[in-house]
């Protein structure tokens, strides 16, 4: 039987703004999206380590990273847990498991947030109507949506994993820009465009938009 009406919430005796006091910098959530192999875990790792040395508290949650763990897949539930537990709670890439892989990251990142961190996300997330109620979970300013543009025949020609290759030849089904689609954001924070400037450049970018907007100095 469904116990959820026994949840309730507990607020923290430490507020949010004296997380960001202490700190010396307001949280957010700085949501990177585009084509797999646009350049995002680069350059949201890039800007990590720019933070990092401007004394910033900052995390990056990459894709490929909670895909090991939080959000994992049936393969390794399978290999952990057994086949039940894997068919329960495993997240493949039909676009209902796309949505739930997304909605649990906007919550984990939402909490940083919360904690007075920078979070970096770094996901392909696809399609808009996720990453719009990504940003109406949270408050207002706290989400940055940053879209890295890069033309898919960039993409194509970079392809580190070999993923669009795998696409084309029909073993790579769901495949984001190739046989499922990906929806740009309408109206993001920040443009990066990634086919003709390289990721130094663009981290640069990032930074600038964020003393720009108040959220570090």
Known sequence: MANDTNVHWH????????????????GCVIWFTG???????????????KLHKRGIRSYVLDGDNVRHGLNAG???????HGE???????????AQDREENIRRIGAVAKL????????????ISPYRRDRDAVRASMGEG?????????????????????LYKKARAGEL??????????????KPELVLDAGK?????????????????????
Do not use: Q, W
């Open 11 to 26: 607020e923290h005796s430490v507020s949010r703004s004296e997380r960001e006091e202490l700190n010396g910098h307001k």
């Open 35 to 49: 084509l797999s192999a646009c350049g995002k875990s680069t350059v949201s790792n890039l800007v990590d380590h």
């Open 74 to 80: 049936p393969g390794m539930l399978k290999e952990r």
């Open 84 to 94: 039940e537990y894997a068919k329960r709670f495993g997240l493949g890439f039909s």
């Open 112 to 123: 940083f947030a919360e904690a007075g961190t920078v979070t970096l996300t770094a996901f």
């Open 142 to 162: 706290d989400f940055i949506e940053i879209f890295v543009d890069a033309p898919i025949e960039i993409c194509e020609a970079r392809d580190p994993k070999g």
């Open 173 to 186: 089904k769901g495949f984001t820009g190739i046989d499922d689609p990906y929806e740009a954001p309408a």
């Open 197 to 217: 400037k390289d990721a130094e450049t663009l981290a640069d970018e990032v930074i600038a938009y964020l003393v720009k907007s108040g959220k570090i100095k």
